[in-house]
């Protein structure tokens, strides 16, 4: 089958103002269909900010976002019946049961078969144990769980996976990073994952976009950009190296 | 005892007040109202010889729940997403304002349907009172409490939507805030001139005159009913376009998602 040669997701120029405060200062780039994209950045670069303006949740100054080849703005509940969203910082409902909450998000986004998507997710995390119990009373690591569930209750085409493992111990982190890129493979979606794991963002990008103080610095697989800033005799990509060099070097700029 | 550690406690507390000042409601804001309030109707039982003093205070405390529950359930059904993190899960999937607001509504509806019964039964069982003897004209008093309690619950929404979750409390105060001049257990001429001029302005004050002339004259007062109407048609439009800009302001500043 011929592969699409449109970006799932094309970002453009994007720039969001809050007030005299640029938080994103005209990012552009473009996620392939399939594909896993990093996106990084240190603390209050823009990286929620651009995924809040995808989603539609912060108004753009400036700039455009073309989903599925679309423009959002007009086709706002189309595309995002074929998205999904994940953050650690933003959990499910609360009072409701894991099951309870994967149901009316099956039915915000439309799911024809949830029951058997519900369960079948529920097994694939290894939760079905949990269907019945509220998410209050969930540990971080079975909540984390259950959000992924929800982010991938619609087969999502592009998911945006925001800090999703974050204040998670290793163990629960690689798990879950398994079934991520088990579940990306087989249904082929294409993913924005942010993370402040470096090695994380390695085991599962297989391009990475690096903004600070809202701009793109820096572009390329995790090996191009190790090389790019620790030399070229790198054989093993370090995100994390670059990372730090990259972020204190933007903030002496700053 | 040591006083530091109490002194910390004191300053916890005061440093919480100057900046989420609703935390004073309590301290003045019920109490006056509540004297205001129980002012009115002292000074309307004194005047009144009437047989029908008991259903005058039931009728419209029947009444005023309703669209008290209305009201509140709008803001409050908000505040759970609020207080739950749900707000930009709920806003990052399809839903548009106008079906979340629907369905809020539609559940706010069955809510009180069950409400109403349920205080029907216990008024008629309990305290001798009849809903059914205000006629075919409750289901039009209920019309016009429903849609004001919609319209001021939309209000409210949009306040704590653009001003944060520290407005919260508003969902319960406002309402209470309106019940002076609503004339809900005294008629309109009871109050002072002013407040007079504030009440024909609350739909709730045409409804509650209407429930009154309905027991004394045993007939249901159209004016009042098309004054109700007319003005929560106004009030609707007015507190529907408000959460619409709001919600383009919300967008654009960032406070969507920062509410908590």
Same mark, same amino acid.
């Given at each position: 089958?011929?592969?699409?040669?449109?970006?799932?997701?094309?970002?453009?120029?994007?720039?969001?103002?809050?007030?005299?405060?640029?938080?994103? /200062?005209?990012?552009?780039?473009?996620?392939?269909?399939?594909?896993?994209?990093?996106?990084?950045?240190?603390?209050?670069?823009?990286?929620?900010?651009?995924?809040?303006?995808?989603?539609?949740?912060?108004?753009?100054? /400036?700039?455009?976002?073309?989903?599925?080849?679309?423009?959002?703005?007009?086709?706002?509940?189309?595309?995002?019946?074929?998205?999904?969203?994940?953050?650690?910082?933003?959990?499910?409902?609360?009072?409701?049961?894991?099951?309870?909450?994967?149901?009316?998000?099956?039915?915000?986004?439309?799911?024809?078969?949830?029951?058997?998507?519900?369960?079948?997710?529920?097994?694939?995390?290894?939760?079905?144990?949990?269907?019945?119990?509220?998410?209050?009373?969930?540990?971080?690591?079975?909540?984390?769980?259950?959000?992924?569930?929800?982010?991938?209750?619609?087969?999502?085409?592009?998911?945006?996976?925001?800090?999703?493992?974050?204040?998670? /111990?290793?163990?629960?982190?690689?798990?879950?990073?398994?079934? !991520?890129?088990?579940?990306?493979?087989?249904?082929?979606?294409?993913?924005?994952?942010?993370?402040?794991?470096?090695?994380?963002?390695?085991?599962?990008?297989?391009?990475?976009?690096? !903004?600070?103080?809202?701009?793109?610095?820096?572009?390329?697989?995790?090996?191009?950009?190790?090389?790019?800033?620790?030399?070229?005799?790198?054989?093993?990509?370090?995100?994390?190296?670059?990372?730090?060099? !990259?972020?204190?070097?933007?903030?002496?700029?700053? | +005892?040591?006083?530091?550690?109490?002194?910390?406690?004191?300053?916890?507390?005061?440093?919480?007040?100057?900046?989420?000042?609703?935390?004073?409601?309590?301290?003045?804001?019920?109490?006056?109202?509540?004297?205001?309030?129980?002012?009115?109707?002292?000074?309307?039982?004194?005047?009144?010889?009437?047989?029908?003093?008991?259903?005058?205070?039931?009728?419209?405390?029947?009444?005023?729940?309703?669209?008290?529950?209305?009201?509140?359930?709008?803001?409050?059904?908000? +505040?759970?997403?609020?207080?739950?993190?749900?707000?930009?899960?709920?806003?990052?999937?399809?839903?548009?304002?106008?079906?979340?607001?629907?369905?809020?509504?539609?559940?706010?509806?069955?809510?009180?349907?069950?409400?109403?019964?349920?205080?029907?039964?216990?008024?008629?069982?309990?305290?001798?009172?009849?809903?059914?003897?205000?006629?075919? *004209?409750?289901?039009?008093?209920?019309?016009?409490?429903?849609?004001?309690?919609?319209?001021?619950?939309?209000?409210?929404?949009?306040?704590?939507?653009?001003?944060?979750?520290?407005?919260?409390?508003?969902?319960?105060?406002?309402?209470? +805030?309106?019940?002076?001049?609503?004339?809900?257990?005294?008629?309109?001429?009871?109050?002072?001139?002013?407040?007079?001029?504030?009440?024909?302005?609350?739909?709730?004050?045409?409804?509650?005159?209407?429930?009154?002339?309905?027991?004394?004259?045993?007939?249901?007062?159209?004016?009042?009913?098309?004054?109700?109407? *007319?003005?929560?048609?106004?009030?609707?439009?007015?507190?529907?376009?408000?959460?619409?800009?709001?919600?383009?302001?919300?967008?654009?500043?960032?406070?969507?998602?920062?509410?908590?």
């Amino acid at each position: 089958m011929k592969k699409s040669s449109k970006p799932v997701l094309e970002v453009k120029n994007l720039v969001k103002n809050f007030g005299d405060f640029t938080a994103v /200062d005209g990012i552009s780039f473009e996620i392939k269909e399939g594909e896993i994209l990093g996106f990084l950045g240190p603390n209050g670069a823009g990286k929620t900010t651009t995924i809040y303006c995808i989603l539609g949740l912060i108004e753009k100054n /400036d700039g455009s976002i073309r989903i599925f080849d679309k423009d959002f703005a007009k086709n706002r509940s189309e595309i995002l019946e074929m998205m999904n969203y994940c953050s650690a910082e933003y959990n499910l409902i609360w009072n409701l049961s894991v099951w309870e909450n994967l149901f009316v998000y099956s039915k915000l986004y439309n799911v024809v078969d949830c029951r058997a998507r519900i369960t079948e997710l529920l097994d694939i995390f290894e939760i079905s144990d949990l269907k019945n119990k509220l998410i209050r009373n969930l540990s971080f690591g079975q909540r984390a769980r259950a959000g992924l569930c929800k982010a991938f209750i619609n087969r999502p085409k592009l998911l945006l996976l925001d800090e999703p493992m974050a204040s998670l /111990d290793p163990d629960v982190v690689d798990k879950g990073i398994e079934l !991520i890129k088990r579940i990306q493979k087989e249904e082929k979606m294409s993913v924005l994952y942010t993370s402040h794991n470096m090695w994380e963002i390695e085991e599962v990008a297989s391009e990475v976009v690096f !903004i600070n103080h809202g701009k793109v610095v820096a572009k390329g697989t995790p090996l191009e950009l190790t090389r790019q800033e620790m030399g070229l005799e790198a054989k093993e990509p370090n995100l994390r190296e670059v990372f730090i060099k !990259i972020s204190r070097r933007g903030n002496e700029l700053s | +005892m040591n006083l530091v550690r109490v002194y910390a406690v004191v300053l916890r507390h005061y440093f919480l007040s100057v900046h989420q000042l609703d935390r004073l409601f309590g301290v003045f804001f019920y109490p006056t109202i509540s004297l205001v309030l129980w002012g009115f109707i002292s000074r309307y039982v004194q005047q009144i010889q009437s047989n029908h003093l008991a259903a005058l205070l039931l009728g419209g405390l029947l009444l005023w729940i309703v669209f008290e529950n209305v009201d509140t359930d709008i803001g409050l059904s908000f +505040m759970w997403d609020v207080w739950e993190g749900n707000v930009v899960n709920s806003f990052a999937s399809p839903i548009t304002l106008f079906e979340y607001m629907f369905g809020t509504i539609l559940v706010g509806f069955l809510k009180i349907l069950v409400t109403i019964i349920t205080l029907g039964i216990i008024a008629s069982v309990f305290y001798n009172f009849n809903v059914t003897a205000l006629g075919f *004209g409750l289901a039009l008093f209920w019309v016009n409490l429903i849609l004001f309690g919609w319209a001021f619950g939309i209000f409210k929404l949009s306040l704590i939507l653009r001003f944060g979750s520290r407005l919260g409390p508003l969902t319960w105060s406002l309402p209470f +805030m309106l019940m002076p001049f609503s004339a809900v257990y005294y008629p309109v001429k009871i109050l002072p001139t002013v407040f007079q001029k504030i009440a024909w302005f609350i739909p709730l004050s045409h409804v509650f005159e209407g429930m009154r002339y309905t027991l004394a004259a045993g007939k249901f007062d159209f004016g009042q009913f098309y004054m109700a109407m *007319g003005l929560n048609l106004i009030y609707l439009v007015l507190s529907i376009s408000l959460l619409i800009k709001v919600f383009g302001v919300v967008r654009r500043n960032g406070q969507l998602v920062k509410l908590r």
